[in-house]
């Protein structure tokens, strides 16, 4: 009798593995979508909606330039959306990311959470970006101050970006990372 529940457990603890990695292994079938940008913050100040430096008070202008000239942290978040294609449900336990600008690495970072994705679904799942003026320093301040712009009134990315992912998908206990980086499509 013991035996019997003993190996009941078993099946039900298999069947539920395979689901699971069923459901990952859908994910390589999965597009991935650059959204849109929100809450895009410069030194504290925010950008949103902005055109120009005409639109701040001359205080926030002050405090803009002065950033620019040192480690000005700039953050917003971007929008990935995720479309699976498939007829059952697909699930990734981790999203590694860097987002590169003219070929230079400005921030990256990881989102450590389990996300599904129903079958025919699309989400849309936010990255927190951060990075700063200091990271920016091999470009000229009138690039930087484009680049802000730029992703501050087309709610986009400048162009010359490049959004790579790297989804992880967990077997057992196991974390499988994709070999390589996905880039995301921009347009």
């Given at each position: 009798?013991?035996?019997?529940?003993?190996?009941?457990?078993?099946?039900?603890?298999?069947?539920?593995?395979?689901?699971?990695?069923?459901?990952?292994?859908?994910?390589?079938?999965?597009?991935?979508?650059?959204?849109?940008?929100?809450?895009?913050?410069?030194?504290?100040?925010?950008?949103?909606?902005?055109?120009?430096?005409?639109?701040?008070?001359?205080?926030?202008?002050?405090?803009?330039?002065?950033?620019?000239?040192?480690?000005?942290?700039?953050?917003?978040?971007?929008?990935?959306?995720?479309?699976?294609?498939?007829?059952?449900?697909?699930?990734?336990?981790?999203?590694?990311?860097?987002?590169?600008?003219?070929?230079?690495?400005?921030?990256?970072?990881?989102?450590?959470?389990?996300?599904?994705?129903?079958?025919?679904?699309?989400?849309?799942?936010?990255?927190?970006?951060e990075t700063s003026t200091n990271v920016l320093k091999k470009f000229s301040l009138t690039e930087i101050k484009n680049i802000i712009f730029n992703i501050s009134n087309s709610k986009g990315l400048p162009q010359n970006s490049t959004l790579k992912v790297k989804p992880a998908i967990k077997v057992g206990k196991t974390l499988i990372k994709?070999?390589?980086?996905?880039?995301?499509?921009?347009?």
């Amino acid at each position: 009798m013991r035996t019997k529940k003993i190996l009941f457990i078993l099946m039900l603890s298999i069947g539920f593995a395979s689901c699971n990695i069923n459901n990952t292994k859908n994910i390589k079938d999965c597009k991935f979508y650059f959204n849109s940008i929100s809450d895009l913050m410069v030194n504290d100040i925010s950008f949103d909606g902005k055109r120009s430096l005409k639109d701040f008070t001359p205080a926030d202008v002050a405090v803009i330039s002065r950033g620019l000239m040192s480690e000005m942290p700039i953050n917003f978040t971007a929008h990935v959306t995720i479309d699976n294609p498939n007829k059952q449900k697909a699930e990734l336990c981790a999203l590694e990311w860097i987002l590169l600008i003219k070929d230079v690495e400005v921030a990256n970072g990881v989102i450590d959470e389990r996300i599904k994705i129903g079958a025919n679904e699309r989400i849309t799942v936010p990255l927190d970006v951060e990075t700063s003026t200091n990271v920016l320093k091999k470009f000229s301040l009138t690039e930087i101050k484009n680049i802000i712009f730029n992703i501050s009134n087309s709610k986009g990315l400048p162009q010359n970006s490049t959004l790579k992912v790297k989804p992880a998908i967990k077997v057992g206990k196991t974390l499988i990372k994709t070999p390589n980086y996905f880039t995301v499509d921009l347009e």
